[in-house]
């Protein structure tokens, strides 16, 4: 079984700025993938960053990272320069070998001028 | 190349009605996977497909079903309406059983009254 937290409900960032999104997450597999997810107020899901566990190189898309802390069953997304678009619902997400997306609560974040 | 349609996007039924709903995956996308979303449980798995066999199934009532066809077209089926079952339903398609990426449609809005 695998589990995921994001302890953070909502979050704000000014536009321009840098924000960290925190997320936990427990599994009992030794293979699985870490994803974090953006839903727009469109409720479509797309895929922002995805990291691989066995790769020990934090993942990034443009003004995407992660901080990706195996040990500590750590997953955090970092948005850089952050822009009115980026304000959303996002979700980290868990996969084991099951193939299944186990979510986290989400976190709303807000983008202001 | 097309994304995850999902059909309809809205519908509304009454309770005790049945329902079925729709997702076309990605061209070439075997895997197909459903989740249902609502503001108190959060994202929460129903069940995934695989070349027409049912993979994984989450903790739903028998009242939820599905299955998929050999162009990898899925549908999933809810018998007896209940006013809880009022939520957003969203398909994802990822290429192989191994879910390492999975794409997905914009949902089906139910509503139950």
């Known amino acids: 079984a695998q589990t995921v937290t994001q302890s953070q409900p909502e979050m704000s960032v000014q536009e321009a700025e840098t924000v960290t999104l925190s997320c936990t997450y427990d599994?009992?597999?030794?293979?699985?993938?870490l994803f974090w997810y953006k839903q727009p107020p469109s409720r479509q899901m797309i895929l922002v960053i995805r990291?691989?566990?066995?790769?020990?190189q934090n993942a990034t898309e443009n003004r995407f990272s992660v901080n990706f802390q195996k040990a500590a069953k750590s997953f955090s997304l970092k948005i850089s320069d952050s822009q009115l678009g980026d304000a959303a619902m996002y979700f980290c997400?868990?996969?084991?070998?099951?193939?299944?997306?186990?979510f986290g609560t989400g976190t709303r974040l807000q983008v202001t001028l | 190349k097309a994304g995850v349609t999902q059909t309809p996007r809205y519908l509304i039924k009454t309770r005790g009605q049945q329902v079925t709903l729709s997702c076309s995956p990605i061209?070439?996308?075997?895997?197909v996977s459903w989740y249902q979303q609502t503001p108190g449980q959060g994202l929460q798995f129903l069940f995934e497909?695989?070349?027409?066999?049912?993979?994984n199934k989450g903790n739903f009532p028998g009242r939820f079903s599905g299955r998929q066809f050999s162009n990898s077209r899925s549908e999933m089926n809810v018998s007896t309406l209940e006013l809880g079952d009022s939520a957003l339903y969203l398909c994802?398609?990822?290429?192989?059983?191994?879910?390492?990426?999975?794409?997905f449609g914009q949902g089906t809005r139910l509503t139950v009254v």
């Open positions: 990291q691989e566990a066995y790769k020990q």
């Open positions: 599994t009992s597999e030794s293979d699985y993938y």
């Open positions: 497909y695989f070349s027409e066999t049912q993979r």
């Open positions: 997400a868990c996969t084991g070998t099951a193939s299944k997306l186990t």
């Open positions: 061209s070439g996308h075997r895997s």
């Open positions: 994802a398609s990822s290429l192989e059983f191994f879910n390492t990426e999975a794409f």
